[in-house]
Every structure is written in structure tokens, then in C-alpha cells.
């Protein structure tokens, strides 16, 4: 089957609580559970002070460019783009590193998972880390403004 680019990927966000993506980019993919902070009534605090409230959490499957799948807990909530918390990654056993090349200027970022030792290459676009996530098209004839054209 056809696999599909989440058009923006998803940002390394190192001031990111948590792991968080709007429920629009699950298209029905999984299933959103209540999480604690969600029956309490939690907001998220953006940016602008306003409040975001959390949804629910889901276990996002997606894979890496090179076809490796991974799962990822992520937090429900109207946010613009699928953010990836540096907090929520180190606490998961990873670890990440922001780094270049000082002689060539080539970004070189990357994040390991340490028991398994896989790695995952960050790119730097427009001054924020991003790694690109990819998902199996479901064929259920929705449009697909928030991915990218099949891979």
C-alpha cells in the first residue's frame, strides 16, 4: 500500500510539556483514550497565553523515512503541528542530540534510543528540528490536505 508524508512531520520541541497532536491528523488511524489529565480538565498554555484543552492520549504509530515503525504516546489537543517534547523523549529513554558539523556546517541531530541503540536523524527546517513521519493510507477515499503526496 501506499504510505503518506504527515505534510509538516513532527517538531522537536524542547520549552513542549508533553507529546502533542491535533485529533484532525488521526483520520480515524487510532483510537483516543481519556488520560488522566483530560478528566481533570487540563489545559495546555500556548504561546500566546491562551488555553488549549487536553482531549485525550493516544499510541501514534508511524514510520521513519527508512520504514522503521515506532509508537509514540501522544497527547490530544488543537495544536497547529504534531509536537515531539525533548522531556517526553529523554523520560522514554532517548536521547537527543542537536549538533552540526563545525567544519562543513552540515546539521548532524539525531535522537537514540539507548537500550535498543536505533537511531533517528533529525533535519533542521527553518530553525526547528523535525523528523519525518510516515503513515499506510487507509483508502477511505478522504481527502489528504494534511499529508503530503504518497511516498
Given at each position: 500500500?501506499?504510505?503518506?508524508?504527515?505534510?509538516?512531520?513532527?517538531?522537536?520541541?524542547?520549552?513542549?510539556?508533553?507529546?502533542?497532536?491535533?485529533?484532525?491528523?488521526?483520520?480515524?488511524?487510532?483510537?483516543?483514550?481519556?488520560?488522566?489529565?483530560?478528566?481533570?480538565?487540563?489545559?495546555?498554555?500556548?504561546?500566546?497565553?491562551?488555553?488549549?484543552?487536553?482531549?485525550?492520549?493516544?499510541?501514534?504509530?508511524?514510520?521513519?523515512r527508512d520504514c522503521r515503525p515506532l509508537s509514540w504516546l501522544f497527547q490530544i489537543a488543537e495544536v497547529n503541528k504534531t509536537l515531539a517534547a525533548v522531556s517526553s523523549l529523554v523520560d522514554s529513554g532517548h536521547k537527543v542530540t542537536f549538533d552540526k558539523d563545525e567544519?562543513?556546517?552540515?546539521?548532524?541531530?539525531?535522537?537514540?534510543?539507548?537500550?535498543?541503540?536505533?537511531?533517528?536523524?533529525?533535519?533542521?527546517?527553518?530553525?526547528?528540528?523535525?523528523?519525518?513521519?510516515?503513515?499506510?493510507?487507509?483508502?477511505?477515499?478522504?481527502?489528504?490536505?494534511?499529508?503530503?503526496?504518497?511516498?
Open positions: 500500500g501506499r504510505r503518506l508524508r504527515l505534510a509538516r512531520g513532527i517538531t522537536i520541541d524542547s520549552g513542549a510539556a508533553d507529546n502533542v497532536m491535533p485529533r484532525r491528523f488521526l483520520r480515524g488511524r487510532c483510537e483516543i483514550r481519556p488520560a488522566p489529565a483530560s478528566k481533570a480538565g487540563v489545559h495546555y498554555v500556548v504561546a500566546n497565553d491562551g488555553r488549549i484543552p487536553h482531549e485525550g492520549a493516544v499510541d501514534f504509530e508511524f514510520q521513519t567544519r562543513t556546517g552540515v546539521d548532524t541531530s539525531f535522537i537514540v534510543h539507548k537500550e535498543s541503540g536505533t537511531s533517528l536523524k533529525m533535519r533542521r527546517e527553518r530553525n526547528v528540528w523535525v523528523i519525518d513521519a510516515y503513515v499506510d493510507d487507509l483508502a477511505n477515499g478522504n481527502p489528504e490536505p494534511l499529508f503530503s503526496r504518497p511516498e
